[in-house]
């Protein structure tokens, strides 16, 4: 029993700290994409708008850092997920709200649920992207204010900027391997099915 114990401890110590250890460089690397990328769009965000809007930066690209700069081998953290995740996430989010409106709750819950669905028939899951439909329910008045403006700015551009960086920064890195498709633009040559 107390063998077993011992085992048992061992395995989760391995599983809990030795796993989420990442080299020195990883960090670094880490640590430069991240702050690169929301630096970029938070100084575009400064020169562009007043302190008042702030329309620029929102919350899921905090979470989008944290897949592209810090799981670059994950699936989800890929350019087709993180492009494609956002974009149809924030489609369905000003769809439900400007059709539910008045119904906070049942907008947000539609669109977040909408959009994780829409994400798995399309192959573009990124869990970041259920915050960008969320935001589009329950952002200000000057985000709901935008309509499908929003799907363009702050979204879409958001996204590309994060995108440039994470290429730059991870193909700067020689261990790292992103995206992990170097062709994942050329979507007319690859069958979705």
């Known amino acids: 029993m107390k063998k077993r ?4 401890a061992r395995l989760v110590k391995y599983v809990i700290y030795k796993e989420t250890l990442i080299d020195v460089k990883e960090h670094i690397w880490t640590f430069l994409g991240s702050f690169l990328g929301i630096g ?3 100084f ?3 020169k562009s708008f007043t302190e008042s809007d702030n329309l620029f930066l929102i919350g899921s690209f905090g979470a989008s850092s944290v897949l592209i700069y810090g799981i670059v081998n994950s699936p989800l953290a890929q350019p087709r997920n993180l492009i494609g995740g956002h ?3 924030a489609l369905v989010g000003v769809t439900v709200q400007l059709v539910f409106a008045d119904q906070i709750w049942l907008s947000s819950a539609l669109a977040v649920s909408l959009s994780i669905v829409l994400m798995q ?3 573009t899951l990124h869990p ?10 329950i952002g200000s008045e000057k985000i709901k204010s935008l309509g499908y403006w929003y799907v363009l700015s702050p979204v879409l551009t958001g ?9 730059v920064i991870n193909r700067t890195a020689a261990h790292r391997n992103y995206p992990a498709n170097k062709n994942w633009y050329k979507i007319w040559t690859r069958r979705y099915r």
């Open 159 to 167: 996204v590309v900027i994060l995108l440039i960086v994470a290429i």
């Open 5 to 8: 114990i011992k085992r048992n």
């Open 87 to 89: 974009v149809i996430c």
């Open 44 to 46: 575009l965000n400064e």
């Open 128 to 137: 970041p992207g259920g915050a960008t439909a969320l935001i589009a329910n």
């Open 40 to 42: 970029l769009i938070g």
């Open 121 to 123: 028939v399309t192959k």
